[in-house]
C-alpha cells in the first residue's frame, strides 16, 4: 500500500497539471486578432496534433513500428476514428470560443465532455450498468451538470445584453457570429471532446501491445495519441485549407511584425498539447480506472482555471452583479457534477 501512494499521488498532480494547461491554452487567442481564425488554427493543429505527437512518440516509444503492428486492429481503428470525430469537435471548439468567449466557451465544453466522457462508456460499452449505483450516480452528476450549464448560459446571455454597447471582444481572433450560434458549436464541441476520451478508454489495447514489448504505460499512451491526434488533425486542417482558399488569408503568414504571433499561437499548441501527454502520464498512475478518474479531474481543474483566465482577460470585467451571482452558481453546481462523476467512477 505504501509503495502504491507516492505513484497515486503523482497520478492526480500530474492530472491536476494537465487541466491548467488545457484551461489556459486559449487564453492567446485574445491577442490574435491580426491574423484570421485559420491561420491561428491551422498552425496551431501542426504544432499539437502533428509534430509533437511525432516527436514525443519517436523518443519515447521502443520498436514502435513492432508496437503497432502487433496491437489489436480494432484498437487502432477505434484510435483513428475518435481521433478523426474527435477533430470536427476541435474545430467546433476553435470557432465558438471565438464566439462567446475563453470562460463561457470552456465552461460549457469542459462540462459536457466531463459528464458525457463519464457517461458514453458505460451506455456503450456496459448498459446494464446504468440500472446499478454506479450508473445510477453517472446519471444524476449528468443532471447537475446539465443544471449548471443552464446557470452559466443564462449568465452569459444577461451580459450579453447589458454590454451590447461595449467592446469588449476587440482583440479576439474569428468572426463575430450570433451568441447561440456559438453556444451551439460549444455544445457540439463538448459531445465530441467526450469522444476522445472514449477513443483513449477503447484502445488500451495499443499499450499493452507497447508494455509487452519493454515500453512504459505513458510510452502506449504516447502511442495512442499518436494515432489519435493525426486523425484529428486531418479533420482540423482540412477545414483550414477550405478557409484558406475561402477567404484567401493564406498570404498573412507573411506580413511583417507576425513574430508575436507565431510566439503566440506556438505556445498554444504546447500548452494544449502538453495537457494531453501530461493526462497519458496521469492515467496509468490512477490505476485501472485511471482514464474515468483523471478525465473529470483534469477537466474541473481546467474548467475553473479557463474562467480565471477570461476574469483575467477581462471578458466579465463589465458586468453586473446579477450576472456575476448566475456565473458563479452555475461554476459551483459544475464542480458538483464534475465531483459526483469522479466519485462514480470509484464505484465500479
Not at 491574423?35 to 493543429?45: G, H, Q, R, T, Y
Not at 489489436?72 to 469537435?89: D, N, S, Y
Not at 481572433?173 to 447561440?180: I, K, L, N, Y
Request: proline share 3%.
Amino acid at each position: 500500500m505504501g509503495a502504491a501512494s507516492p505513484a497515486l499521488a503523482m497520478g492526480l498532480a500530474l492530472a491536476v497539471l494537465s487541466g491548467l494547461m488545457n484551461g489556459t491554452f486559449t487564453l492567446p487567442m485574445r491577442y490574435l486578432g491580426r491574423w484570421s481564425w485559420e491561420n491561428v488554427w491551422a498552425l496551431f493543429i501542426l504544432v499539437s496534433c502533428l509534430l509533437m505527437p511525432v516527436i514525443v512518440a519517436a523518443t519515447t516509444v521502443s520498436n514502435l513500428g513492432a508496437a503497432l503492428h502487433q496491437a489489436p486492429t480494432q484498437a487502432i481503428v477505434m484510435a483513428i476514428v475518435c481521433g478523426l470525430a474527435w477533430g470536427f469537435g476541435a474545430v467546433m471548439f476553435g470557432q465558438g470560443v471565438s464566439a462567446i468567449g475563453i470562460s463561457l466557451g470552456n465552461t460549457f465544453v469542459l462540462a459536457i465532455s466531463s459528464s458525457l466522457g463519464s457517461f458514453l462508456p458505460i451506455l456503450l460499452l456496459d448498459p446494464a450498468k446504468l440500472f446499478q449505483k454506479q450508473g445510477e450516480a453517472i446519471m444524476a452528476g449528468t443532471v447537475i451538470a446539465i443544471a449548471g450549464i443552464a446557470f452559466c448560459g443564462y449568465a452569459a446571455k444577461l451580459k450579453e445584453r447589458s454590454q451590447m454597447n461595449e467592446n469588449v471582444r476587440q482583440q479576439m481572433v474569428g468572426e463575430a457570429r450570433p451568441f447561440w450560434t456559438g453556444l451551439l458549436l460549444c455544445a457540439g464541441a463538448g459531445v465530441l471532446s467526450a469522444v476522445f476520451n472514449i477513443g483513449y478508454s477503447g484502445a488500451q489495447g495499443i499499450v499493452q501491445s507497447a508494455v509487452r514489448m519493454g515500453n512504459s504505460a505513458f510510452a502506449g499512451s504516447n502511442l495512442v495519441w499518436l494515432l489519435m491526434l493525426t486523425g484529428g488533425a486531418v479533420s482540423n486542417l482540412g477545414f483550414c485549407a477550405y478557409l484558406f482558399r475561402k477567404n484567401r488569408s493564406l498570404g498573412k503568414y507573411t506580413q511583417r511584425n507576425t513574430a508575436s504571433l507565431y510566439g503566440l499561437t506556438l505556445l498554444m499548441g504546447l500548452l494544449w498539447g502538453g495537457s494531453i501527454f501530461v493526462y497519458g502520464s496521469a492515467a496509468p498512475k490512477l490505476g485501472r480506472l485511471g482514464p474515468a478518474i483523471g478525465w473529470p479531474l483534469s477537466l474541473s481543474v481546467g474548467l475553473l482555471t479557463a474562467n480565471v483566465c477570461g476574469i483575467i482577460a477581462g471578458e466579465w470585467r463589465y458586468s453586473r452583479s446579477v450576472e456575476r451571482v448566475f456565473m458563479g452558481a452555475g461554476l459551483l453546481v459544475l464542480i458538483l457534477a464534475i465531483v459526483a462523476l469522479g466519485w462514480s467512477s470509484t464505484l465500479g
